[in-house]
C-alpha cells in the first residue's frame, strides 16, 4: 500500500486549473479515495489503483464544466511520475491509466479494480446534486443502498474528510 499520498497531491496541485474546493477539487478527490477504500475492503480491487485514481482522474480538468479529455490529461500527468512519487508495477499503472481516461464516458470494465474506480467517483455525485443510481454503477458493493445512502449524504454536504488537512498537510483548518 502506498505510505502517503500527499507528496502526489502536493505535486498535483502546484499546476492545478481549478479551486481546491471546486466540484472536482480535492475535497472531491478525498471523498472518491474514501469510497474507493471503502468498496475496495470488498470488492478486492487494488487499494493502491484505487488511492492513485482519486487523486488524479480530475487532476487535470480545465473547467468544472465540459472537460472531455481531462481523465486523459490526468492519466497523462501519472504517467510523468512513476518511480519518482510512486511505484507501480506495470501491469497496476495499466489499470491505473485505463480508469482515468475512461471514467467519465465508458459505462463499465471487465476489471474490479477499474469498476471499484469508477464506482467511487459515481457515488460522489451528490456534490453537483445527481444521486447515484445503482444501475450505473458497476460493483454489487457499489449498488447497496446503505454504500449509496452513505457516499450521497457525504458528497450532498460537501464532508471534507479530516485528512485533506491532517495527512495531505494543506493548511486547511
Request: net charge negative; aromatic share 10%; proline share 4%.
Amino acid at each position: 500500500m502506498l505510505t502517503s499520498l500527499r507528496p502526489i497531491v502536493h505535486a498535483i496541485l502546484e499546476d492545478n486549473a481549478l479551486l481546491w474546493f471546486g466540484d472536482h477539487g480535492i475535497s472531491h478527490w478525498a471523498r472518491v479515495l474514501e469510497n474507493g477504500l471503502r468498496l475496495s475492503t470488498e470488492t478486492g480491487a487494488d487499494p493502491n489503483v484505487v488511492s492513485l485514481f482519486a487523486v488524479f482522474h480530475d487532476s487535470r480538468r480545465i473547467n468544472e464544466f465540459a472537460d472531455f479529455d481531462h481523465g486523459k490529461r490526468g492519466a497523462e500527468l501519472a504517467a510523468q511520475y512513476p518511480n519518482q512519487l510512486f511505484e507501480l508495477p506495470d501491469s497496476e499503472f495499466d489499470l491505473l491509466y485505463t480508469a482515468c481516461v475512461g471514467h467519465t464516458h465508458e459505462r463499465t470494465h471487465a476489471n474490479i479494480t477499474i469498476q471499484t474506480c469508477w464506482d467511487a467517483d459515481r457515488l460522489d455525485l451528490g456534490r453537483v446534486g445527481i444521486t447515484p443510481h445503482p444501475n450505473r454503477l458497476c460493483t454489487s458493493v457499489a449498488k447497496r443502498r446503505e454504500i449509496i445512502d452513505w457516499a450521497d449524504s457525504r458528497a450532498q454536504f460537501r464532508m471534507i474528510p479530516d485528512f485533506v488537512s491532517q495527512e495531505w498537510k494543506l493548511g486547511i483548518e
